[in-house]
């Protein structure tokens, strides 16, 4: 099983998502996660570390610019959706990263707050 950091620069830039309104709350995130032709057309006109913070979770040992370097995505590669968040949580718990299922936790409680979510 793979391991995988806390890639807090994507906590961050959710965070400022979040507080910048910029997520949506009802989803299907089945058919909203991005494919890999959204990311390849993405990473045609941003960088490799601007692809990065749409990931909460970097594999260990993984080199920096491939794609199999970055676990959890949380977004659309636009806005924070929160279902990306609920599977983040899932698929962290799953694979036994309990740093990551806190962190997108935390950004879940965050987003669910600003939202008026009790």
Same mark, same amino acid.
């Given at each position: 099983?793979?391991t @995988?950091?806390?890639?807090?620069?994507?906590?961050?830039h959710?965070?400022r998502?979040i507080?910048?309104?910029? @997520?949506?709350l009802?989803?299907?995130w089945?058919q909203m996660?991005h494919?890999?032709?959204a990311?390849?057309?993405f990473?045609a006109?941003?960088?490799?570390e601007?692809?990065a913070?749409?990931?909460?979770?970097?594999?260990?040992?993984?080199d920096d610019?491939?794609?199999a370097?970055?676990?959890?995505?949380y977004g659309d590669?636009r806005?924070v959706h929160?279902?990306?968040?609920?599977?983040?949580?899932y698929?962290a718990s799953?694979w036994?990263?309990?740093?990551g299922?806190?962190?997108?936790h935390?950004?879940?409680?965050?987003?669910?707050?600003?939202?008026g979510?009790?």
């Amino acid at each position: 099983m793979a391991t @995988y950091d806390v890639n807090t620069a994507a906590i961050a830039h959710a965070r400022r998502l979040i507080e910048a309104r910029q @997520y949506v709350l009802g989803s299907d995130w089945r058919q909203m996660q991005h494919d890999a032709d959204a990311e390849n057309a993405f990473l045609a006109k941003h960088s490799w570390e601007d692809y990065a913070v749409w990931f909460l979770g970097l594999a260990e040992g993984v080199d920096d610019e491939t794609k199999a370097r970055h676990a959890f995505a949380y977004g659309d590669l636009r806005r924070v959706h929160r279902s990306g968040l609920i599977a983040c949580v899932y698929r962290a718990s799953q694979w036994r990263h309990k740093k990551g299922e806190l962190a997108a936790h935390g950004l879940l409680q965050q987003l669910d707050s600003l939202a008026g979510i009790t």
